[in-house]
Nanobody
């Protein structure tokens, strides 16, 4: 059974920084695409993504403030969040499209349980 687990959330004041991490483990052998989502009342939106080839996407509101990176050897993705704003307050979820067999290119979808980020003004 594969899983992804987030860590690193917390409470900070506006202008502060947090670094989220997400580790894939269990039956997951490699991750094709990592995504960070955030959940606010009523919606869950993608914040940043990084592909196995290093193609990166950022949602407009976080460009220049958030940085996504990965360590393939550790099956880990990071989200460095700087210049945080109160509107960044949300539960942040890690999502991975991953393979469980090195001989099979089928991708499976994994979600973490989320980590709370609270930014006070």
């Amino acid at each position: 059974q594969g899983k992804v687990v987030e860590s690193g959330g917390g409470s900070v004041q506006a202008g502060g920084s947090l670094r989220l991490s997400c580790v894939a483990s269990g039956s997951i052998v490699s991750v094709n695409t990592w995504n960070w989502y955030r959940q606010t009342p009523g919606q869950r939106d993608v914040v940043a993504s990084i592909s196995s080839g290093g193609i990166i996407y950022y949602e407009d509101s976080v460009k220049g403030r958030f940085t996504i990176s990965k360590d393939d050897a550790k099956n880990t993705v990071y989200l460095q969040m700087d210049s945080l704003k109160p509107e960044d307050t949300a539960v942040y979820y890690c999502n991975a499209a991953a393979r469980v067999d090195s001989r099979d290119f089928t991708l499976y979808d994994y979600w973490g349980r989320g980590t709370q980020v609270t930014v006070s003004s």
